[in-house]
């Protein structure tokens, strides 16, 4: 079993940035690709960026050049810093990794509650 235990959402004003945290913790072999999603009311969940462990990066074009992943696969961590915010970035925003609980074993989904980032215009 793994937990993901995201922090760092809230409200701030257009313009201002955040910084969110993922941590995975529990029964882990190994993560692979770790990812941010959000969803916005009424809207699809969709995906914000994800990295994989090489530390290799893909954004949503509605991101790129505001927003930065990163990751310290010590200790199984994943970092948003989000800049330049608008407030069409809004949205519940979940944690996911991809984990190998043990060896053997099948590579599983794994998915965060949710924070919430609230961008006031």
């Known amino acids: 079993q793994v937990q993901l235990v995201e922090s760092g959402g809230g409200l701030v004003q257009a313009g201002g940035s955040l910084r969110l945290s993922c941590a995975a913790s529990?029964?882990?072999?190994?993560?692979?690709?770790m990812a941010w999603y959000r969803q916005a009311p009424g809207k699809q969940r969709e995906l914000v960026a994800s990295?994989?462990?090489?530390?290799?990066?893909i954004y949503a074009d509605s991101v790129k050049g505001r927003f930065a992943l990163s990751r310290d696969n010590a200790k199984n961590t994943v970092y948003l810093q989000m800049n330049s915010l608008k407030p069409e970035d809004t949205a519940v925003y979940y944690c996911?990794?991809?984990?190998?609980?043990?060896?053997?074993?099948?590579?599983?989904?794994?998915w965060g509650r949710g924070t919430q980032v609230t961008v006031s215009s």
């Open positions: 996911n990794a991809v984990v190998l609980g043990t060896p053997g074993t099948t590579w599983y989904d794994s």
């Open positions: 529990g029964t882990i072999f190994r993560v692979n690709t």
């Open positions: 990295i994989t462990s090489s530390g290799n990066t």
